[in-house]
């Protein structure tokens, strides 16, 4: 079992930055490729950012790419999405996930992933 723990969401305004971390405890943290995804009110949950185990392959959804940044520090059991120029569109709820020990993908789909966290909230105000 996987628990993942988001923060780091809150209120900036456009232009602005915010970093994500999503702490993990469990095991193989490691060995698992991470993800963030986020849902907008009214939307369904989409990709934002992955990063793969073993490599450190990165992956962006089109969206955010140039703008964030996903990284992971394996000793902390963290993951990280840095927000830079922030738009009023990435206004949403994001959420952590963690895929499958030793499952190597991509990660930019919701269906390769176990674990989930509970969400933090970003709001970016014009």
């Known amino acids: 079992q996987v628990q993942l723990v988001e923060s780091g969401g809150g209120l900036v305004q456009a232009g602005g930055s915010l970093r994500l971390s999503c702490a993990a405890s469990g095991r193989a943290f490691g060995s698992r490729t991470m993800g963030w995804f986020r849902q907008a009110p009214g939307k369904e949950r989409e990709f934002v950012a992955s990063?793969?185990?073993?490599?450190?392959?990165?992956y962006y959804a089109d969206s955010v790419k140039g703008r964030f940044t996903i990284s992971r520090d394996n000793a902390k059991n963290t993951v990280y999405l840095q927000m830079n120029s922030l738009k009023p569109e990435d206004t949403a709820v994001y959420y952590c996930?963690?895929?499958?020990?030793?499952?190597?993908?991509?990660?930019?789909?919701?269906?390769?992933?176990?674990?989930w966290g509970q969400g933090t909230q970003v709001t970016v105000s014009s």
């Open positions: 996930a963690a895929g499958k020990e030793f499952l190597l993908v991509r990660g930019t789909r919701a269906d390769e992933y176990n674990y």
């Open positions: 990063i793969r185990w073993g490599d450190g392959s990165t």
